[in-house]
């Protein structure tokens, strides 16, 4: 074919197009949180509550308390794994002493975070979107809007704000389900009774790791909630739409979470090396 | 740029969709306690002018204004503030699915009032019943007919007494009788409480009943303005076939020359 491009331009095309949809979407989602803020705000200042606190604590119940089951017992076996493959490597140097710190640090500053990110944007970034998607199609959306409603204030707020402040429970309540799986362990396995391994986690154990942990979850509960409602009320393509979305909801959130993890591990490393 | 004089002016608007021109240099005037009927075919634009107005669509080119607000210029604080004044109907009803009846008419008097739990069921119970929807307010919209839908959608976008009522196809999908009533509820509405109406619809009898002044829609523009009886006798082709529902004219042509031939 005479008119046909070479193949260097239609990668370089390619790249172009995927980088600025990337930056479209990075833009989108930035200014749908500063939005959000901005009306919750405008509320506040307008002397009235951003939101009703029934629907607060509604997605607190649904996003924090019923996932405690999920989160705990993917972490209480992860703990489990952990320990073992961990002990039985470092019994062989006599060294399983560290095992109880290693799980300790290990879940509390990253795997904690870490896995209850993606078990929340699976579990509930999905269900965001879908909910908001679903919304949007059928012009709830457009109709709250309509009324004089704010729609990122009434249906985003309360969703952003109780992952937010839930996700880092959420960890907690993960990283205390690792601790215990793996102080299980060490019993059974390593013969570390249980106030040993406790002193051995105090010890190693610092506040540092405790706060860097609990920022990540903070950050990640913004993340999901923006990602997903982000999703949720730009669907387009009815019922189609609202799958579509939810599946790049999800699988946006877990990269973002991670991808957000490892640039944070990189500043952090960088900036506080020991 | 001169001050409007009108309930609401739209002055030149372009919209478009993609590559679809839905409005093309449209102007319209609304006067107060006016009840105007846009009539067209499906597809032609008329609840775009709805969103329009409301101003959940920004026109590509041309002024909105409601009062003397100019929608296309308001920032969203002030936007949400004039929304307020305005109620709409959308054409399939639009409740929030996961509330109630009463929670839907209630949710604009809960999130932008100061009125108590007390006055909130009165206002609701007066205007559930305005709409004969009163029995069923425990209801959830799934449990509900299309046509009841729609009056509880009615009942939503009246609590907080609007100066203009925006009707996307306010009757279509109702029996005669709801649809009679439905009517005769606009209609006092304005009578009443001097409400201005702009109704969106393709139901003749509906629409000659409500309107006090009917326009046709047709690429992009208003093609024929005139009231009720004078419309009916139009000599404007399109709007005599649309008004017969014949199958022969220029609607299928699908060209503006048979209008301005004559």
Redesign the interface.
Known sequence: MADAQPPPVLVAQGIGHISRNFLREVGGVFWFIVNTFE?MF?RIQQGRVPF?ATSFFRHSQRAGVDSVPLVGLVSFFLGLTMTLLTGYQLQRFGTERLIPGLVAIGFTRELGPLLTGIMVAARIGAAFTAELG??QV???V?????????PLR?LVAPRMLALILLMPCLSTASNIAAILASSLICKAYFSIAFPYFLDLVKDSLLIRDIITGIFKSFLFGLLIAAIACYRGLTVKGGAAGVGISTTSSVVTAITAVIGFDTLYNVIYTTFYPT | MTTPKHMVELRDVCMQFEENKVLDGFSLNVEPQERLVIMGQSGSGKSTILRLILGTLRPNAGSIFFKRFEITGLQRRKLQAVRQHMGMVYQYSALLSSRNVRENVALPLEELTDKSRDEIDKIVDEKLELVGMKDSKDLLPEELSGGMRKRVALARALVLEPELMLLDEPSAGLDPVIASVIDELIISLSDTAKVTSITVTHEMDSAFRIGTRMAMLYQGKIIEEAEPEKFKQSKNPVVAQFLSGSTEGPILEGSLDAITKK
């Open positions: 009306e405008e009703r679903t919304m059928s012009e709830e457009e109709a709250i809007e309509s009324m004089g409603i704010g009434f």
